[in-house]
Protein backbone atom coordinates (compact mmCIF):
# COMPACT_ATOMS: atom_id res chain seq x y z
CA UNK A 1 0.00 0.00 0.00
CA UNK A 2 3.11 2.37 1.32
CA UNK A 3 4.54 1.45 -2.47
CA UNK A 4 1.10 2.37 -4.10
CA UNK A 5 1.34 5.90 -2.41
CA UNK A 6 4.44 6.58 -3.34
CA UNK A 7 4.21 6.12 -6.90
CA UNK A 8 1.54 8.38 -6.53
CA UNK A 9 3.87 11.18 -5.32
CA UNK A 10 7.32 9.94 -6.16
CA UNK A 11 10.24 10.89 -4.62
CA UNK A 12 13.04 8.32 -5.58
CA UNK A 13 14.51 7.19 -9.27
CA UNK A 14 13.16 3.94 -8.75
CA UNK A 15 9.40 4.83 -8.17
CA UNK A 16 9.69 6.97 -11.39
CA UNK A 17 11.06 4.48 -13.40
CA UNK A 18 8.10 2.01 -12.30
CA UNK A 19 5.78 4.79 -13.36
CA UNK A 20 7.52 5.38 -16.89
CA UNK A 21 7.62 1.37 -17.09
CA UNK A 22 3.79 1.72 -16.49
CA UNK A 23 3.27 3.61 -19.27
CA UNK A 24 4.64 1.80 -21.53
CA UNK A 25 3.14 -1.32 -20.68
CA UNK A 26 -0.36 0.86 -20.97
CA UNK A 27 0.85 2.21 -24.28
CA UNK A 28 1.88 -1.41 -25.89
CA UNK A 29 -1.91 -2.83 -24.51
CA UNK A 30 -3.76 0.49 -26.11
CA UNK A 31 -2.00 0.68 -29.87
CA UNK A 32 -3.68 -0.13 -32.79
CA UNK A 33 -4.00 -3.61 -33.44
CA UNK A 34 -4.15 -4.35 -29.48
CA UNK A 35 -6.72 -5.52 -26.88
CA UNK A 36 -7.30 -2.81 -25.15
CA UNK A 37 -7.55 0.34 -26.89
CA UNK A 38 -9.67 2.64 -24.82
CA UNK A 39 -6.58 2.77 -22.42
CA UNK A 40 -5.51 5.77 -23.98
CA UNK A 41 -7.20 7.74 -22.11
CA UNK A 42 -4.66 6.94 -18.66
CA UNK A 43 -1.67 6.25 -20.44
CA UNK A 44 -0.17 9.04 -19.53
CA UNK A 45 -0.90 9.50 -16.48
CA UNK A 46 2.10 7.28 -14.68
CA UNK A 47 4.58 9.39 -16.78
CA UNK A 48 2.96 12.44 -15.97
CA UNK A 49 3.27 11.45 -12.12
CA UNK A 50 6.84 10.54 -12.77
CA UNK A 51 8.09 13.90 -13.16
CA UNK A 52 6.13 15.70 -10.57
CA UNK A 53 8.34 17.48 -8.83
CA UNK A 54 11.38 16.30 -10.65
CA UNK A 55 14.22 18.22 -11.60
CA UNK A 56 14.75 19.39 -15.20
CA UNK A 57 17.06 16.64 -16.08
CA UNK A 58 15.45 14.33 -14.50
CA UNK A 59 11.67 15.00 -16.10
CA UNK A 60 13.98 14.72 -19.53
CA UNK A 61 15.78 11.37 -18.68
CA UNK A 62 12.07 10.45 -17.49
CA UNK A 63 10.02 11.21 -21.19
CA UNK A 64 13.18 10.18 -22.95
CA UNK A 65 13.04 6.59 -21.35
CA UNK A 66 9.12 6.61 -21.80
CA UNK A 67 9.50 7.97 -25.36
CA UNK A 68 12.00 5.24 -26.39
CA UNK A 69 10.18 2.55 -25.04
CA UNK A 70 6.92 3.27 -26.74
CA UNK A 71 9.00 3.84 -30.04
CA UNK A 72 10.13 0.10 -29.63
CA UNK A 73 6.93 -1.26 -28.95
CA UNK A 74 5.33 0.58 -32.26
CA UNK A 75 8.32 -0.06 -34.69
CA UNK A 76 10.00 -3.37 -33.27
CA UNK A 77 8.24 -5.46 -36.74
CA UNK A 78 10.87 -2.99 -38.68
CA UNK A 79 13.60 -5.12 -37.87
CA UNK A 80 12.53 -8.34 -39.95
CA UNK A 81 10.89 -5.81 -42.66
CA UNK A 82 14.37 -3.99 -43.08
CA UNK A 83 16.07 -7.62 -43.12
CA UNK A 84 13.60 -8.68 -45.75
CA UNK A 85 13.25 -6.15 -47.96
CA UNK A 86 17.01 -4.55 -48.16
CA UNK A 87 18.75 -7.72 -47.34
CA UNK A 88 20.72 -5.65 -44.07
CA UNK A 89 22.58 -7.63 -41.74
CA UNK A 90 20.06 -8.56 -38.84
CA UNK A 91 22.51 -7.07 -36.14
CA UNK A 92 23.09 -4.27 -38.11
CA UNK A 93 19.21 -3.89 -38.47
CA UNK A 94 19.30 -4.70 -34.60
CA UNK A 95 21.43 -1.26 -34.60
CA UNK A 96 19.90 1.17 -37.10
CA UNK A 97 16.73 0.51 -35.25
CA UNK A 98 18.15 1.99 -31.52
CA UNK A 99 19.86 4.50 -33.14
CA UNK A 100 16.61 5.31 -34.76
CA UNK A 101 14.98 5.18 -31.77
CA UNK A 102 17.26 7.49 -30.06
CA UNK A 103 17.16 10.28 -32.23
CA UNK A 104 12.74 9.65 -32.58
CA UNK A 105 12.67 9.72 -28.76
CA UNK A 106 15.15 13.28 -28.20
CA UNK A 107 12.21 15.99 -28.65
CA UNK A 108 10.38 14.05 -25.95
CA UNK A 109 13.54 15.03 -23.44
CA UNK A 110 13.12 18.67 -24.48
CA UNK A 111 9.26 18.12 -23.51
CA UNK A 112 10.17 16.90 -19.81
CA UNK A 113 12.87 19.22 -19.41
CA UNK A 114 10.35 22.13 -19.94
CA UNK A 115 7.80 21.24 -17.96
CA UNK A 116 9.82 21.06 -15.17
CA UNK A 117 12.06 23.88 -15.80
CA UNK A 118 8.55 25.91 -16.55
CA UNK A 119 7.11 24.06 -13.19
CA UNK A 120 3.63 23.92 -15.14
CA UNK A 121 2.81 21.01 -12.49
CA UNK A 122 2.64 24.06 -9.79
CA UNK A 123 0.68 26.60 -12.00
CA UNK A 124 -2.80 27.59 -12.76
CA UNK A 125 -3.06 26.93 -16.19
CA UNK A 126 -0.34 24.07 -15.98
CA UNK A 127 -2.21 21.26 -17.37
CA UNK A 128 -3.38 23.19 -20.52
CA UNK A 129 0.58 24.36 -20.99
CA UNK A 130 2.36 20.86 -20.66
CA UNK A 131 -0.69 19.34 -23.15
CA UNK A 132 0.20 22.24 -25.56
CA UNK A 133 3.79 21.84 -25.60
CA UNK A 134 3.18 17.92 -25.51
CA UNK A 135 1.12 18.23 -28.45
CA UNK A 136 3.29 21.12 -30.36
CA UNK A 137 6.76 19.28 -30.51
CA UNK A 138 5.47 15.69 -31.13
CA UNK A 139 3.89 17.27 -33.80
CA UNK A 140 5.66 19.41 -35.22
CA UNK A 141 9.34 17.54 -34.77
CA UNK A 142 9.72 15.57 -38.23
CA UNK A 143 9.32 11.98 -37.91
CA UNK A 144 8.58 9.48 -40.66
CA UNK A 145 5.94 7.78 -38.61
CA UNK A 146 3.85 10.70 -37.35
CA UNK A 147 1.72 8.48 -34.45
CA UNK A 148 0.55 9.74 -31.15
CA UNK A 149 -2.04 8.22 -28.67
CA UNK A 150 -4.92 9.57 -30.58
CA UNK A 151 -4.04 6.66 -33.53
CA UNK A 152 -5.29 4.07 -30.93
CA UNK A 153 -8.80 5.09 -31.28
CA UNK A 154 -9.31 4.28 -34.76
CA UNK A 155 -11.73 2.11 -34.16
CA UNK A 156 -14.33 4.61 -32.12
CA UNK A 157 -15.26 7.13 -34.33
CA UNK A 158 -17.39 8.78 -31.70
CA UNK A 159 -13.87 10.13 -30.42
CA UNK A 160 -13.07 11.11 -33.42
CA UNK A 161 -15.23 13.34 -34.47
CA UNK A 162 -13.23 16.40 -33.87
CA UNK A 163 -10.25 15.52 -36.46
CA UNK A 164 -13.52 17.31 -38.93
CA UNK A 165 -12.44 20.80 -37.39
CA UNK A 166 -9.18 20.73 -35.94
CA UNK A 167 -7.47 17.69 -37.55
CA UNK A 168 -5.10 14.96 -35.28
CA UNK A 169 -3.47 17.95 -33.03
CA UNK A 170 -7.17 18.97 -31.63
CA UNK A 171 -7.73 15.00 -30.81
CA UNK A 172 -4.46 14.41 -29.69
CA UNK A 173 -4.41 17.28 -27.37
CA UNK A 174 -8.27 16.43 -25.68
CA UNK A 175 -6.61 12.91 -24.93
CA UNK A 176 -3.46 14.22 -22.99
CA UNK A 177 -5.55 17.00 -21.55
CA UNK A 178 -7.97 14.12 -20.42
CA UNK A 179 -5.11 12.67 -19.03
CA UNK A 180 -3.79 15.19 -17.03
CA UNK A 181 -6.99 16.06 -15.50
CA UNK A 182 -7.20 12.62 -14.12
CA UNK A 183 -3.39 13.28 -13.22
CA UNK A 184 -4.00 16.72 -10.99
CA UNK A 185 -6.98 14.49 -9.65
CA UNK A 186 -4.90 12.19 -8.33
CA UNK A 187 -2.39 15.07 -7.03
CA UNK A 188 -4.60 16.79 -5.18
CA UNK A 189 -7.39 14.32 -3.81
CA UNK A 190 -5.61 14.34 -0.35
CA UNK A 191 -4.51 17.95 -0.06
CA UNK A 192 -7.55 19.58 -1.66
CA UNK A 193 -10.73 17.99 -2.51
CA UNK A 194 -12.45 20.81 -4.36
CA UNK A 195 -9.31 21.15 -6.92
CA UNK A 196 -9.61 17.64 -6.90
CA UNK A 197 -13.02 17.35 -7.71
CA UNK A 198 -12.95 20.17 -10.64
CA UNK A 199 -10.01 18.26 -12.49
CA UNK A 200 -12.29 15.05 -12.78
CA UNK A 201 -14.99 16.77 -13.74
CA UNK A 202 -13.30 19.40 -16.19
CA UNK A 203 -12.06 15.45 -17.83
CA UNK A 204 -14.65 13.50 -17.95
CA UNK A 205 -16.90 15.90 -18.84
CA UNK A 206 -14.68 17.14 -21.76
CA UNK A 207 -14.91 13.57 -22.84
CA UNK A 208 -18.99 13.28 -22.50
CA UNK A 209 -18.68 16.61 -24.66
CA UNK A 210 -16.18 14.94 -27.33
CA UNK A 211 -18.89 12.06 -27.07
CA UNK A 212 -21.91 13.43 -27.60
CA UNK A 213 -20.56 16.05 -30.82
CA UNK A 214 -18.94 12.68 -31.85
CA UNK A 215 -22.80 10.89 -31.61
CA UNK A 216 -24.09 13.40 -33.47
CA UNK A 217 -21.67 14.19 -36.26
CA UNK A 218 -21.99 10.04 -36.72
CA UNK A 219 -26.05 10.88 -36.95
CA UNK A 220 -25.29 13.44 -39.79
CA UNK A 221 -22.82 11.80 -41.93
CA UNK A 222 -24.61 8.30 -41.69
CA UNK A 223 -28.11 10.03 -42.55
CA UNK A 224 -26.90 11.99 -45.38
CA UNK A 225 -27.36 11.44 -48.81
CA UNK A 226 -24.00 11.05 -50.86
CA UNK A 227 -23.56 12.78 -53.99
CA UNK A 228 -22.39 9.96 -55.54
CA UNK A 229 -21.64 5.77 -55.00
CA UNK A 230 -19.47 3.70 -56.33
CA UNK A 231 -18.85 -0.09 -56.69
CA UNK A 232 -15.47 -0.94 -55.91
CA UNK A 233 -13.83 -4.32 -56.25
CA UNK A 234 -10.37 -4.52 -54.23
CA UNK A 235 -8.00 -7.53 -54.80
CA UNK A 236 -5.41 -8.47 -52.33
CA UNK A 237 -2.96 -11.40 -54.13
CA UNK A 238 -0.22 -11.69 -51.71
CA UNK A 239 2.40 -11.95 -53.31
CA UNK A 240 6.24 -11.83 -52.99
CA UNK A 241 8.96 -10.60 -55.36
CA UNK A 242 9.48 -13.60 -57.88
CA UNK A 243 5.90 -14.90 -58.06
CA UNK A 244 3.71 -14.77 -61.08
CA UNK A 245 1.17 -12.45 -61.52
CA UNK A 246 -1.33 -15.25 -62.65
CA UNK A 247 -2.92 -15.58 -59.15
CA UNK A 248 -4.07 -11.82 -59.50
CA UNK A 249 -5.14 -12.07 -63.12
CA UNK A 250 -7.05 -15.03 -62.10
CA UNK A 251 -8.30 -13.77 -58.44
CA UNK A 252 -9.31 -10.52 -60.51
CA UNK A 253 -11.50 -12.26 -63.31
CA UNK A 254 -13.40 -14.69 -60.53
CA UNK A 255 -14.25 -11.43 -58.98
CA UNK A 256 -16.57 -9.63 -61.68
CA UNK A 257 -17.44 -12.92 -62.21
CA UNK A 258 -19.03 -13.31 -59.06
CA UNK A 259 -20.00 -9.43 -59.06
CA UNK A 260 -20.68 -8.14 -62.71
CA UNK A 261 -21.85 -4.88 -61.62
CA UNK A 262 -18.44 -3.32 -60.14
CA UNK A 263 -17.98 -0.27 -60.96
CA UNK A 264 -14.11 -0.02 -60.57
CA UNK A 265 -11.04 -2.78 -60.09
CA UNK A 266 -8.66 -1.77 -57.68
CA UNK A 267 -5.18 -3.54 -57.62
CA UNK A 268 -2.78 -2.64 -55.10
CA UNK A 269 1.25 -1.94 -54.56
CA UNK A 270 2.57 -5.50 -54.84
CA UNK A 271 6.39 -6.56 -54.79
CA UNK A 272 6.84 -8.24 -58.43
CA UNK A 273 8.43 -6.65 -61.28
CA UNK A 274 5.49 -5.00 -62.85
CA UNK A 275 4.95 -2.14 -65.34
CA UNK A 276 2.19 -0.99 -67.36
CA UNK A 277 4.16 1.66 -68.63
CA UNK A 278 7.81 0.24 -69.14
CA UNK A 279 7.03 -3.65 -69.80
CA UNK A 280 5.07 -4.35 -73.24
CA UNK A 281 4.11 -7.39 -71.98
CA UNK A 282 2.70 -6.48 -69.02
CA UNK A 283 0.87 -3.56 -70.44
CA UNK A 284 -0.44 -6.53 -73.22
CA UNK A 285 -2.16 -8.23 -70.14
CA UNK A 286 -3.87 -5.81 -68.40
CA UNK A 287 -5.33 -4.24 -72.01
CA UNK A 288 -6.72 -8.00 -72.88
CA UNK A 289 -7.93 -8.47 -69.33
CA UNK A 290 -9.77 -4.86 -69.32
CA UNK A 291 -10.90 -5.70 -73.10
CA UNK A 292 -12.58 -8.94 -71.40
CA UNK A 293 -13.65 -7.38 -68.06
CA UNK A 294 -15.00 -4.05 -69.65
CA UNK A 295 -14.29 -2.78 -66.22
CA UNK A 296 -12.20 0.56 -65.72
CA UNK A 297 -8.90 -0.03 -63.37
CA UNK A 298 -6.54 1.77 -61.10
CA UNK A 299 -3.37 -0.32 -60.92
CA UNK A 300 0.22 0.36 -59.38
CA UNK A 301 3.83 0.54 -61.93
CA UNK A 302 6.24 -0.69 -59.77
CA UNK A 303 8.66 0.48 -62.43
CA UNK A 304 8.15 3.39 -64.10
CA UNK A 305 11.12 4.97 -65.96
CA UNK A 306 12.28 8.52 -67.30
CA UNK A 307 13.35 8.53 -71.23
CA UNK A 308 16.41 7.43 -71.64
CA UNK A 309 16.34 5.47 -69.02
CA UNK A 310 15.99 1.61 -68.29
CA UNK A 311 16.06 -1.48 -66.24
CA UNK A 312 19.25 -2.68 -67.69
CA UNK A 313 21.01 -0.15 -66.07
CA UNK A 314 21.38 -0.73 -62.51
CA UNK A 315 21.98 3.28 -61.53
CA UNK A 316 18.86 4.28 -62.62
CA UNK A 317 16.17 6.16 -60.97
CA UNK A 318 12.34 4.88 -61.50
CA UNK A 319 8.81 5.85 -60.10
CA UNK A 320 6.54 4.02 -57.97
CA UNK A 321 3.58 5.29 -60.55
CA UNK A 322 -0.11 4.77 -59.90
CA UNK A 323 -2.71 4.38 -63.23
CA UNK A 324 -5.86 4.87 -64.00
CA UNK A 325 -6.96 3.00 -66.83
CA UNK A 326 -10.53 3.52 -68.44
CA UNK A 327 -12.65 0.46 -69.36
CA UNK A 328 -11.80 1.26 -73.08
CA UNK A 329 -7.94 0.49 -72.04
CA UNK A 330 -6.60 4.09 -72.19
CA UNK A 331 -4.31 5.22 -69.62
CA UNK A 332 -6.51 7.99 -68.18
CA UNK A 333 -3.94 9.63 -65.23
CA UNK A 334 -0.75 8.60 -63.81
CA UNK A 335 0.64 9.89 -60.63
CA UNK A 336 4.06 9.42 -59.16
CA UNK A 337 4.41 8.69 -55.23
CA UNK A 338 6.35 11.86 -53.74
CA UNK A 339 6.40 10.60 -50.27
CA UNK A 340 9.15 7.68 -50.64
CA UNK A 341 10.05 5.13 -47.42
CA UNK A 342 13.82 5.62 -46.33
CA UNK A 343 16.17 2.52 -46.44
CA UNK A 344 12.90 1.00 -48.53
CA UNK A 345 12.50 3.01 -51.55
CA UNK A 346 15.73 5.27 -51.53
CA UNK A 347 18.59 5.74 -49.63
CA UNK A 348 18.66 8.94 -47.79
CA UNK A 349 21.90 11.05 -49.31
CA UNK A 350 23.37 8.18 -51.02
CA UNK A 351 25.44 10.73 -52.92
CA UNK A 352 27.39 11.81 -50.39
CA UNK A 353 27.36 8.36 -48.30
CA UNK A 354 28.08 5.96 -50.94
CA UNK A 355 28.92 3.13 -48.76
CA UNK A 356 25.28 2.53 -47.54
CA UNK A 357 24.38 0.87 -50.65
CA UNK A 358 26.63 -1.76 -49.52
CA UNK A 359 24.82 -1.73 -46.10
CA UNK A 360 21.50 -1.91 -47.68
CA UNK A 361 21.91 -3.27 -50.71
CA UNK A 362 18.66 -4.16 -51.99
CA UNK A 363 17.25 -0.90 -51.46
CA UNK A 364 15.22 0.41 -54.34
CA UNK A 365 16.38 3.59 -56.17
CA UNK A 366 13.33 5.24 -56.95
CA UNK A 367 13.01 9.23 -57.65
CA UNK A 368 10.38 10.80 -55.74
CA UNK A 369 7.21 12.35 -58.10
CA UNK A 370 6.77 16.03 -57.77
CA UNK A 371 2.35 16.34 -58.85
CA UNK A 372 -0.50 15.64 -57.16
CA UNK A 373 -2.84 14.19 -60.25
CA UNK A 374 -6.22 13.44 -59.36
CA UNK A 375 -7.83 10.78 -61.08
CA UNK A 376 -11.25 11.93 -62.83
CA UNK A 377 -12.70 8.53 -62.86
CA UNK A 378 -16.44 10.83 -64.52
CA UNK A 379 -17.76 13.61 -63.81
CA UNK A 380 -18.03 13.35 -59.99
CA UNK A 381 -15.72 10.96 -59.24
CA UNK A 382 -12.04 12.03 -58.12
CA UNK A 383 -9.62 9.70 -57.01
CA UNK A 384 -7.17 10.84 -54.90
CA UNK A 385 -4.27 7.90 -55.24
CA UNK A 386 -2.35 7.47 -52.22
CA UNK A 387 0.72 5.10 -52.75
CA UNK A 388 1.71 3.12 -49.36
CA UNK A 389 2.43 5.42 -46.83
CA UNK A 390 1.39 8.83 -48.32
CA UNK A 391 -1.77 8.18 -46.37
CA UNK A 392 -0.44 8.74 -43.11
CA UNK A 393 0.69 12.36 -43.86
CA UNK A 394 -2.47 14.75 -43.68
CA UNK A 395 -0.39 17.18 -45.75
CA UNK A 396 -0.06 14.93 -48.68
CA UNK A 397 -3.85 14.78 -48.67
CA UNK A 398 -4.74 18.15 -48.12
CA UNK A 399 -3.04 19.01 -51.45
CA UNK A 400 -4.99 17.00 -53.33
CA UNK A 401 -8.05 17.78 -51.39
CA UNK A 402 -7.86 21.71 -52.84
CA UNK A 403 -7.88 20.22 -56.24
CA UNK A 404 -11.31 19.03 -55.84
CA UNK A 405 -10.67 15.12 -54.69
CA UNK A 406 -13.16 13.51 -53.02
CA UNK A 407 -12.22 9.30 -52.60
CA UNK A 408 -9.08 8.13 -51.24
CA UNK A 409 -8.01 5.02 -52.61
CA UNK A 410 -4.66 3.66 -50.46
CA UNK A 411 -2.46 1.29 -52.44
CA UNK A 412 -0.20 -0.20 -50.57
CA UNK A 413 2.10 -3.49 -49.87
CA UNK A 414 2.27 -4.67 -46.18
CA UNK A 415 3.41 -7.85 -46.28
CA UNK A 416 6.89 -6.90 -45.32
CA UNK A 417 5.27 -6.69 -42.23
CA UNK A 418 4.49 -10.12 -41.54
CA UNK A 419 1.70 -10.99 -38.98
CA UNK A 420 3.24 -8.10 -36.81
CA UNK A 421 0.47 -4.68 -35.62
CA UNK A 422 2.42 -2.66 -37.83
CA UNK A 423 -0.36 -3.12 -40.66
CA UNK A 424 -3.13 -1.98 -38.26
CA UNK A 425 -1.00 0.73 -36.90
CA UNK A 426 -0.54 1.75 -40.49
CA UNK A 427 -4.18 1.20 -41.19
CA UNK A 428 -4.69 3.50 -38.16
CA UNK A 429 -3.28 6.06 -39.37
CA UNK A 430 -4.73 6.30 -42.62
CA UNK A 431 -7.86 6.04 -41.56
CA UNK A 432 -7.74 9.51 -40.03
CA UNK A 433 -7.90 11.30 -43.45
CA UNK A 434 -10.99 9.82 -44.20
CA UNK A 435 -12.64 12.18 -41.03
CA UNK A 436 -10.55 14.94 -41.54
CA UNK A 437 -11.95 15.78 -45.20
CA UNK A 438 -15.34 13.86 -45.13
CA UNK A 439 -14.02 11.79 -48.02
CA UNK A 440 -14.27 7.81 -48.01
CA UNK A 441 -10.90 6.10 -47.53
CA UNK A 442 -10.17 2.62 -49.39
CA UNK A 443 -7.43 0.53 -48.42
CA UNK A 444 -6.11 -2.06 -50.91
CA UNK A 445 -2.87 -3.89 -49.60
CA UNK A 446 -0.83 -7.25 -51.04
CA UNK A 447 -0.89 -8.46 -47.78
CA UNK A 448 -2.44 -6.94 -44.89
CA UNK A 449 -5.54 -5.04 -43.44
CA UNK A 450 -7.83 -4.52 -46.76
CA UNK A 451 -10.87 -2.29 -46.04
CA UNK A 452 -13.32 1.17 -46.51
CA UNK A 453 -14.10 3.80 -43.90
CA UNK A 454 -16.99 5.81 -44.30
CA UNK A 455 -16.51 9.72 -44.70
CA UNK A 456 -17.26 9.52 -40.65
CA UNK A 457 -14.46 7.29 -40.20
CA UNK A 458 -16.81 4.32 -39.68
CA UNK A 459 -15.12 0.87 -40.83
CA UNK A 460 -17.02 -1.62 -42.88
CA UNK A 461 -16.02 -4.47 -40.86
CA UNK A 462 -17.34 -7.20 -43.66
CA UNK A 463 -14.38 -5.07 -45.93
CA UNK A 464 -11.67 -6.21 -43.62
CA UNK A 465 -8.87 -8.68 -44.91
CA UNK A 466 -7.21 -10.77 -42.62
CA UNK A 467 -3.46 -10.38 -42.18
CA UNK A 468 -1.32 -12.43 -44.26
CA UNK A 469 -4.66 -13.56 -46.59
CA UNK A 470 -5.31 -14.14 -50.38
CA UNK A 471 -8.72 -12.29 -50.45
CA UNK A 472 -11.03 -9.71 -52.73
CA UNK A 473 -13.78 -7.50 -51.26
CA UNK A 474 -16.29 -5.66 -53.29
CA UNK A 475 -18.30 -2.95 -51.07
CA UNK A 476 -19.96 0.14 -51.98
CA UNK A 477 -18.74 3.55 -51.11
CA UNK A 478 -21.12 6.91 -50.37
CA UNK A 479 -19.36 9.94 -51.55
CA UNK A 480 -20.70 13.22 -49.71
CA UNK A 481 -20.43 16.15 -51.77
CA UNK A 482 -19.61 18.36 -49.04
CA UNK A 483 -15.91 18.79 -47.40
CA UNK A 484 -14.94 19.25 -43.87
CA UNK A 485 -14.03 22.98 -42.18
CA UNK A 486 -10.33 21.34 -41.88
CA UNK A 487 -10.32 20.70 -45.49
CA UNK A 488 -11.15 24.39 -46.10
CA UNK A 489 -8.80 25.83 -42.86
CA UNK A 490 -5.95 23.92 -42.75
CA UNK A 491 -4.04 23.28 -39.08
CA UNK A 492 -5.77 26.43 -37.58
CA UNK A 493 -5.51 24.40 -34.37
CA UNK A 494 -2.23 23.44 -34.51
CA UNK A 495 -1.22 26.93 -35.40
CA UNK A 496 -2.94 28.32 -31.97
CA UNK A 497 -1.08 25.68 -30.19
CA UNK A 498 2.00 27.16 -31.35
CA UNK A 499 1.36 30.76 -30.90
CA UNK A 500 0.09 29.72 -26.84
CA UNK A 501 3.47 27.96 -26.36
CA UNK A 502 5.31 30.31 -27.81
CA UNK A 503 3.47 32.82 -25.28
CA UNK A 504 4.11 30.55 -22.27
CA UNK A 505 8.10 30.33 -23.08
CA UNK A 506 8.47 33.86 -23.05
CA UNK A 507 5.95 34.76 -20.39
CA UNK A 508 8.39 36.38 -18.16
CA UNK A 509 10.17 38.83 -21.07
CA UNK A 510 6.60 39.63 -22.61
CA UNK A 511 6.01 40.87 -19.06
CA UNK A 512 8.86 42.67 -18.40
CA UNK A 513 8.72 44.12 -21.81
CA UNK A 514 4.72 45.36 -21.32
CA UNK A 515 6.31 47.02 -17.64
CA UNK A 516 8.51 48.94 -19.39
CA UNK A 517 6.97 50.25 -22.09
CA UNK A 518 5.13 53.12 -20.51
CA UNK A 519 8.27 54.42 -18.72
CA UNK A 520 10.23 54.29 -22.24
CA UNK A 521 6.78 56.50 -23.79
CA UNK A 522 6.74 58.95 -20.90
CA UNK A 523 8.35 62.23 -21.42
CA UNK A 524 11.06 63.42 -19.57
CA UNK A 525 11.64 66.32 -17.23
Known sequence: MQFIKSLARPDDLKSRLVLVLISIILYSLSMPGSSLPLLTWVTFIPVALAINNASPRRAALMFYLIAIGCNLVVIWWLIPAVINFTQLNQYLAFLVLIGFTLILASPYAFIGWLIAYKQWFN?????????????????????????????????????????????????????????LQFVRFILAINTDRKIALYALARGLGLLVLVTLYGAWQLAQYDGADTSKSLKIGIVQPKLIRNDSLNRLYRMTEELVAENPDI?????????????????????????????????????????????????????SEYYNTAHLIDQKRQLKASYRKQTLVPFFEYIPNEQNFPFLRKLFPDTHRYASGNQTSLFQLDGEVRIIPLICYETIFP???????????????????????????????HFSLGLFRSIEHRVPWVRATNSGISGVASASGVINQDSLTPVQSVATRVFEVGIPSERSFYSRYGDWFLYGLIVLLVLALFDRKLKSLINRAPLKSRPSA
Open 395 to 425: GMTQDFIEQGGNLIINLTNDIWLGDSKGSAY
Open 263 to 315: DLLVWPEFPTAFSYVANKQDKKKVDALIKKLQKPMVIVSGYSYDEGESQDKPT
Open 123 to 179: KPYGMLLISVCFVVVATVFPTPLPANYAHSLYQYPIFLQLLGIGGVPMVFFIVVFVN
